[in-house]
């Protein structure tokens, strides 16, 4: 029942809904406190209503509850990410960047590869975009955006146009 709860709540989110999504967070997590999917969903509901504290507390939870949640710990570290909290968005990145079973490690990929633009080691925000482009080519829109931009500040002109174009 939990799961199809968290289910009704990401259909609510894409609908548009996320007090909708809340409620049925609510609902899921009566029924099974213990289920981490129900914090990691609430910590995108809450991302997507601009509330950064309570994404953050959600996304911590779902994280520690389940270290092994690679779509969970990418949560997390884009969260700190967007807070400007560079050394903490780090480590659940990597973990979420290596996980072999993880179909959206490109996202974590990309993630890091913005980390390291805002510290301004552009060698590995390039080598972590071009590892998300190589994973998945045809998702990777940010990676391909922010390679073009590493590959301007390097003069590569050439390569930077053909990068924004894809």
């Known amino acids: 029942r939990?799961?199809?709860?968290?289910?009704?709540?990401?259909g609510s989110l894409q609908?548009?809904?996320?007090t909708g999504a809340l409620q049925a967070l609510?609902?899921?997590?009566?029924?099974?406190?213990?289920?981490?999917?129900?914090?990691?969903m609430r910590a995108?509901?809450?991302y997507n209503k601009?509330?950064?504290?309570?994404?953050l507390v959600n996304a911590k939870k779902a994280a520690d509850m389940k270290p092994d949640f690679s779509a969970a710990q990418n949560n997390l570290g884009r969260i700190y990410l967007d807070l400007g909290r560079y050394h903490d968005a780090?480590?659940?990145?990597?973990?979420?960047?290596?996980?072999?079973?993880y179909r959206d490690s490109?996202?974590?990929q990309t993630n890091l590869g913005i980390l390291n633009y805002r510290l301004g080691e552009t060698n590995l925000a390039e080598k972590y975009f071009t590892k998300a482009i190589q994973s998945n080519p045809n998702?990777?829109?940010?990676?391909?955006?922010?390679l073009g931009n590493v590959r301007l500040k390097k003069k590569q002109y050439d390569s930077a146009l053909n990068d924004y174009n894809k």
Do not use: F, R
Not at 15 to 18: A, I
């Open 139 to 146: 998702d990777s829109c940010i990676a391909w955006y922010y």
């Open 2 to 10: 939990a799961e199809i709860l968290v289910e009704m709540a990401n």
């Open 50 to 55: 601009q509330d950064m504290n309570e994404a």
């Open 44 to 46: 995108i509901t809450y």
């Open 26 to 40: 609510a609902e899921a997590e009566k029924e099974d406190p213990k289920y981490a999917e129900i914090y990691h």
């Open 15 to 18: 609908e548009g809904d996320p």
């Open 106 to 108: 490109y996202k974590a």
């Open 90 to 101: 780090k480590k659940p990145l990597e973990l979420a960047a290596i996980d072999p079973l």
